[in-house]
């Protein structure tokens, strides 16, 4: 069983910098998919980024070049560092394992990011 704990979400001015870690325990770090979603009020739950086990990583549209995933395997550990945030990246984020292994899934308990003046 993988546990998720995710931290660094807050209030931001837009333009602002955050950046999320999601630690991980249980389980082989190294072999999973990481990725981040969001859930914004009234919207459905979407992907925003993912990163393998290799190191490629994948962007919705909306946060190419705003936002940088990136894992720490030694630590267990996937960051999100988000630049240029916009009131729309306001969301609930939701830090997501797959182990490709057994084609599970595992999800943190979610952290708000909040941009707004």
């Known amino acids: 069983q993988v546990q998720l704990v995710e931290s660094g979400g807050g209030l931001v001015q837009p333009g602002g910098s955050l950046r999320l870690s999601c630690v991980a325990s249980?389980?082989?770090?190294?072999?999973?998919?990481m990725g981040w979603y969001r859930q914004a009020p009234g919207k459905q739950r979407e992907l925003v980024t993912i990163i393998t086990s290799g190191g490629t990583t994948n962007y919705v549209d909306s946060v190419k070049g705003r936002f940088t995933i990136s894992r720490d395997n030694a630590k267990s550990t996937v960051y999100l560092q988000m630049n240029s945030l916009k009131p729309e990246d306001t969301a609930v984020y939701y830090c997501?394992?797959?182990?490709?292994?057994?084609?599970?899934?595992?999800w943190g308990q979610g952290t708000q990011v909040t941009v707004s003046s």
């Open positions: 997501y394992v797959r182990d490709p292994l057994y084609g599970s899934d595992y």
């Open positions: 249980g389980g082989i770090f190294s072999r999973y998919i």
